[in-house]
Nanobody, 114 residues
Framework: VQLQASGGGLAQVGGSLRLACLVSGIVGDLDVMDWYRQAPGKLREWVAEITLGGIANYADSVKGRFTISRDNAKKMLYLQMNNLKSEDTAVYYC?????????WGRGTLVTVSS
C-alpha cells in the first residue's frame, strides 16, 4: 500500500495551496481518510478527516480556511488550503486506517512565508 502526497511548496501568507494524495495497492473502499501535519519541533497533529460518504471534520485551527475532499473512484484525497498562515508551515501527511493497520504517506512540505 502506498500513499503518495503532492502539492506542497512555498506560499505567502494569505495564499493558497492544494494538496493531493493518491492511494494505491489496496482494493475496496477506504473509510475515513485524514490529513495530519507536523510543524518543526512539534508533535504531529490532526488537521481534517472525511468519511467515505463525504462528511468532513476539521481542527479548529483550520476550520473555515481548509477544505478536505476525496474522489473515491480514483482513491484520491485532497486538501484545499486557503488564507494560509505562517503557523500552517508543516509537513502534511495523508492517512487512513483499515482494521488494525495505519497507513501513512511520506508527507509533503508546506512552507508559508510572510
Amino acid at each position: 500500500v502506498q500513499l503518495q502526497a503532492s502539492g506542497g511548496g512555498l506560499a505567502q501568507v494569505g495564499g493558497s495551496l492544494r494538496l493531493a494524495c493518491l492511494v494505491s495497492g489496496i482494493v475496496g473502499d477506504l473509510d475515513v481518510m485524514d490529513w495530519y501535519r507536523q510543524a518543526p519541533g512539534k508533535l504531529r497533529e490532526w488537521v481534517a478527516e472525511i468519511t467515505l460518504g463525504g462528511i468532513a471534520n476539521y481542527a479548529d485551527s483550520v476550520k473555515g480556511r481548509f477544505t478536505i475532499s476525496r474522489d473515491n473512484a480514483k482513491k484520491m484525497l485532497y486538501l484545499q488550503m486557503n488564507n494560509l498562515k505562517s503557523e500552517d508551515t508543516a509537513v502534511y501527511y495523508c492517512h487512513f486506517q483499515r482494521g488494525a493497520n495505519d497507513y501513512w504517506g511520506r508527507g509533503t512540505l508546506v512552507t508559508v512565508s510572510s
